[in-house]
């Protein structure tokens, strides 16, 4: 998608965005009064940044799904771990919900390059080969994910592709892979500008259409350039499952929203949730969050043995549907108050005339997160009917001006906001 057509895609969504309810129109958002102190809804929900990709190769039209090795195994992968996670994804349902990439992280290649300078799948723990278990992941309708670096080494110190990119991305492809997560390692003091494009073009030339990763931890502000690129960027370092980890990277990840949009997004790192360092109230917030900021949702625990809690977060299809909204617009924080900030408003626009709203209280103990309409671009009289995402109910009687609701400790709330008529009584 061209700047051009998602900028009339933001102004028709803006200036035309209405729902018909008992025969009435009622326009999502008018005009501010020049008296009001309120900011528009255009200036709240901006993404004018978000760029011409010269990537072009149709993906991540959504925000990728899938699993990735690193955050639970590290080094400690193999064939047999990537098969039975594959299965894994299809016999509890997750593939059904999109979790669809099986990604393959550091350490599946030998040491060092062959006397032809290919790189090799380490025979000890990746006997069969790669091609092998792409085709095994293929016969189950999922989709193969491979790992290098922008380096001269991996950060396990194994082989990069720097200098090899040609070579590596034809041998990625006659592999039959899908997916390339390109890490930042040793990277020789180039700047990324420079290095990531070359496996860009070669991924191109290979005619296979592979979903590009870049993993350049936010240190060059890849959303400035990347956008270009690749199909998402890492915005920030590493994630670890902690609460202090999570909540640093997501307001990190908040300063580029303005620059994610369909083919290409801002990427806060992969999911934690199930590895059992944060409390389910904090996994619960961290889904959402990562859901709403369209941010990749790559699964990082071990689903061959999901408890029933991590899938109720995970599987939660009414959030997942918040990630991949096709109005592609990454949500964002829009308001703050309490100590530190710590009682939180995040929202968003979706497609259908629709917004998506967190209640996100990362205080000390519960605490009741209100929400006013002008904090979200809505003019005060404007009436709208609220779902609750995490207990699957419409809420009771429409709201107008606020919203409120009692959240737990570092707990999130999630709705969806819908207009609708504001005097449906009288018609």
């Not at 999922?142 to 991996?154: Q, R």
Request: aromatic share 10%; with cysteine.
């Amino acid at each position: 998608m061209v700047k051009g057509s998602v900028h009339l895609l933001l102004f028709l969504y803006l200036s035309a965005i209405s729902v018909g309810i008992a025969g009435r129109v009622v326009p999502l958002h008018e005009p501010f009064d020049k008296s009001t102190s309120s900011r528009s809804f255009s200036s709240i929900f901006d993404n004018s940044k978000y760029g011409i990709l010269q990537l072009n190769n149709g993906l991540a039209r959504t925000p990728q799904m899938g699993w990735n090795s690193w955050n639970f195994f590290a080094c400690n992968i193999n064939e047999t771990v990537i098969k039975e996670t594959a299965d894994a994804l299809v016999s509890t349902g997750l593939a059904d919900l999109g979790y669809v990439y099986v990604n393959i992280d550091d350490c599946w290649s030998s040491l060092e390059r062959d006397s032809k300078g290919q790189l090799v799948p380490d025979p000890k723990t990746f006997p069969s080969g790669i091609k092998a278990l792409a085709d095994y992941v293929h016969a189950k309708g999922l989709k193969l994910g491979i790992y290098s670096d922008a380096g001269i080494f991996t950060c396990q110190v194994r082989p990069g592709s720097i200098y090899h990119e040609r070579d590596d991305a034809e041998l990625f492809a006659s592999w039959g892979v899908d997916y390339l997560k390109y890490d930042n390692c040793y990277n020789l003091g180039i700047k990324p500008e420079e290095r990531y494009p070359p496996m860009r073009n070669a991924l191109n030339a290979t005619g296979r259409t592979i979903f590009y990763s870049l993993c350049e931890w936010g240190v060059d502000d890849p959303a400035l350039w990347a956008g270009k690129v690749g199909n998402s960027w890492r915005t920030t370092d590493d994630i670890n499952d902690s609460w202090a980890s999570m909540t640093t990277i997501a307001d990190l990840n908040d300063e580029w929203a303005a620059y994610a949009g369909p083919g290409g997004w801002n990427d806060p790192d992969m999911l934690e949730v199930g590895n059992g360092g944060m409390t389910l109230e904090e996994y619960r917030a961290h889904f959402s969050i990562w859901a709403l900021m369209k941010a990749p949702l790559l699964v990082g625990c071990d689903v061959r043995n999901i408890t029933a809690e991590t899938f109720e977060i995970i599987g939660n299809k009414e959030v997942i549907d918040i990630n991949q909204d096709s109005l592609g617009i990454q949500g964002r924080k829009v308001h703050v108050s309490g100590k530190d900030g710590c009682r939180q408003v995040w929202a968003g626009p979706l497609s259908g005339h629709r917004l998506v709203v967190a209640l996100w209280n990362r205080c000390s103990k519960a605490a009741t997160i209100t929400v006013g309409w002008e904090v979200l671009g809505l003019e005060s009289s404007m009436s709208v009917s609220i779902r609750d995402l995490w207990k699957h109910v419409d809420l009771s009687g429409d709201a107008v001006a606020s919203f409120g609701s009692l959240v737990a400790s570092h707990d999130c709330g999630m709705y969806i906001f819908t207009p609708v008529s504001a005097s449906r009584s009288a018609v």
